[in-house]
């Protein structure tokens, strides 16, 4: 699962971005209070060879549009959008342009950490007040910004709507690439979720006050492995006439799907951005319309259904059919034109009288992919000339190598006839075709097999008519888990050059289609599988569109893929996985508790974890819970407790979890788990014997547990982390322990390596010191030893989830010294103290405990409670893990 989201995925097929004049980015001059209030960001002007000198006094008389990177994103990313735009606006002589800003954000860590989120947010309130100051007193001055936002900056941008002070119409279009709008890709602490709830409730609740500011959210596909792309859809409350959610894999002229990067520079992607900013542009007041349906029409134009046509906002309903052109009238059913330097244009016309009652819709497909009209329907014509006519072609659809249009003659009952035009051609090559057919005989029905077939059953189907167009209704693919392969073999009667077949994936409740081109006869594979599931409102069925040749046949053969359904299982529920670890290394500390309490000896961690990390503990709890959830009374009583909504209940209302989910991440955890003991474990004896023939050190000894040196430690880690980094104390402390368990792990090897001497000599006379060391003492050293590899287990994934904050730390510490806010601060105190006593503590001191029991009974509600409430809040699993160490502590103590 995990190979097929990183490494299967469609090759890339975007182009390249290059500048044609060396790209510049012109520092802007920033008010004193905001660039000391903002030490870390700035804001920059993109510009390019004579523009960019043109530019330098800032005298600006563009459009200004605003471009947010991301995570760890730079502010130059912003040349790919800023490159093509100058040439654009070179190809119009300058009569509209764009300037480019773009924000540095000092390439923040802000998917990992959200403590500067609110920060960056209202950063860019202030840049887009001091753009608008540049523009100031200019005969086309704007009254807004555009905003272009890549990643998490994507959400910032939408989080500006949030501030008190900022006025909506400082934005009236924003466009997010790759921008996980849900929910937060890790959750790994609690600004980040607050920072998501506060965005999406707004959005939410403010829906009809933002009616006036368009927004488009490309997504990646599903090469984008970092942000899948069912997060990249806006929240469904917020889906109204002017929020538009695509996948790049079903962008017209793009047709490609962008890994997270590429989406900034993917040329065909980025062609399409630059021509909806052209084309939103209104000619009198030379800035982008006011107008929310053109700028959604724009839109809908470039992102969804592209007709072959350049843009017009009010194409005009009646054309002239003018020039001395031959009139062929066209009776049979299917028809097929090939011209190749024909100086001579022709209209072909198509009576609908004789067709209506045998047929339901009319098919035709032209591969001129120019931009000219070349289909149109004459209103009740008794001639077959028609010298006024509707243009159909605004109805077409483009396609990689062809343009289509269906028209169904019921919703066209005035049109007497259907004209086909074919310009003069020289030297060029290209085939028009047109079919009458009934829907019935076009539509085919192939149900989908069970997840649980594993591929070993197929459905199959065979397509022997002559017809230019199928579609295949998949029947029940509607959930996320379901993937499948579909294999199409095509066989042609002539060996004749023939136009490729086009094959569609079209999901009906989403813009997430996927295209392949084949040459054909071929045999083409493709996988199938949803970014988003099928709303419980929504009955259409996903199908499979086959653009064929006349004179072949296809064969479609489905597969359920495991791999794939793995895959989809990683991609959706990936970033729990580190609470499935913990729970599981959680329960093995249990057992291993529970163990000292019972026999006194302390069990083999592998030995334990297969003992006692058993799905059945804690996974039927759990969905009795989402279950109950459902009934009104159990929630209202749930919410009277003040307990949070369980996290697989979220995730169910959102159509993205399964009860299988839950059991193949606890055995997937459970192998992590496993092989990290295994890891930590062979590490500390390699470490420790290395140590041991550099170093002969005296024989174990007891120490007292709390010392005036080990109680300075623990204030001066504490003053570290409260002045300082949380996470920077956490990790000193690891190391401390993990310095402090190799040497444990040394003296226990020296010992045991002294009592096995001491038996093989033992009919030798040894010295008393030899033979003095007992064996209840290695076995107490053995058993400390146990236990303190599962804390140190336990501890570096308490270590991992905070890293961020301290990588975050160490970026910005030139800026400041203390984190602020520091998401891990209390935890940090807290953890440190615990630390520096149980690194000392031995199983003796522990065993005669009172406490002992308790503290072998609470990790098992504790990884229940995790697993409810840390899938999608992996800011809360250290939090569990050090009240479970907190007990252990007050063990050694009471």
Known sequence: GVRDVLFIYEENRCSMTYMYEYPEYLKIKLPKKTARRYPAYELYLYGEGNYAKENKNLLLTGIPVLFLPGNAGSYKQVRSLGSIALRKAEDVDFKYHFNFFSVNFN?????????????????????????????????FAPSSVAIVGHSMGGLVARALLTLKNFKPELINLLITQATPHVAPVMPLDRYLTDFYTAVNNH????????????????????????????????????????????????????????????????????LATIRAFFDLIDENTRQITEDPKKRMSVLNHHFVRHPAKIFEENPEAFTELTGTFTWITVKASKWTYSVYNDSDGKYFTFPLASHRKSYSHVYCESTLLDTSSWIYGCMNSNSPMCLEATDLSWKAELLPTTKVIMLKLQDHPSLSHIVVHVPPTVGNKYTLECEFFKEDSRTVQLPVTHLFSFGLSSSKILLNSTGLLYNVQLQHFNRIYQAFKIYIESHCQSLKERKPSVYRLHIPWSHED????ERIPSSTEISAKLHIAQPQNDSRVPELNIYSSSDCHYEVILKTSLLQVLGQIMRFHAGALPAYIVSNILLTYGGQLSTLVSTGQCSDFSLELVRTAKPYKVEPLISIVVFLQGFIWFREIWESLSLPEVDAAVLSSRDAWFPLVSLILFLF???????????????????????????????????KLITPRRLCGALSLALVSWTTCGALAVVIVYLQYLFKGSGRSKETLQNSRMHTVKNQSSVDSISEATQSLSNSTIAEAVNSLKMHVTILNLFTWIVLLNLPSLIYWLKNLRYSVKLDPDPCRFTAIIITCILEILMNSSTSEVQSSKLLKIAAKVPLPLSVAMLAFGRMHLYKVPDFVTFSLLLHMLCCIV
């Open 107 to 139: 390439e923040e860590l802000v998917a990992l950490y959200g403590g500067s989120l609110q920060r960056q947010t209202k950063f860019v309130h202030e840049c887009i007040k001091v753009i608008l100051k540049l523009y100031k007193d200019r005969e």
């Open 669 to 703: 955890g459970t192998g992590i788990a496993y092989w990290s003991g295994v890891f930590f474990s062979t590490s500390l004896r390699l470490f420790s014997s290395l140590w041991l023939a550099l170093m002969r050190p005296p024989v174990l000894q007891k120490d």
């Open 514 to 517: 996927s295209i392949i081109v």
């Open 203 to 270: 959005w939410i609740l403010k829906a009809q006050e933002l009616r006036n500011l368009t927004t488009l959210s490309v997504a990646g596909g599903f090469r984008d492995y970092q942000v899948r792309s069912g997060l990249a859809f806006l929240p469904r409350s917020s889906q109204h006439g002017s929020a538009l959610s695509v996948v790049s894999s079903a962008v017209p002229r793009a047709w490609a799907s962008t890994d997270h990067l590429s989406i900034v520079w993917c040329k065909e992607l980025i």
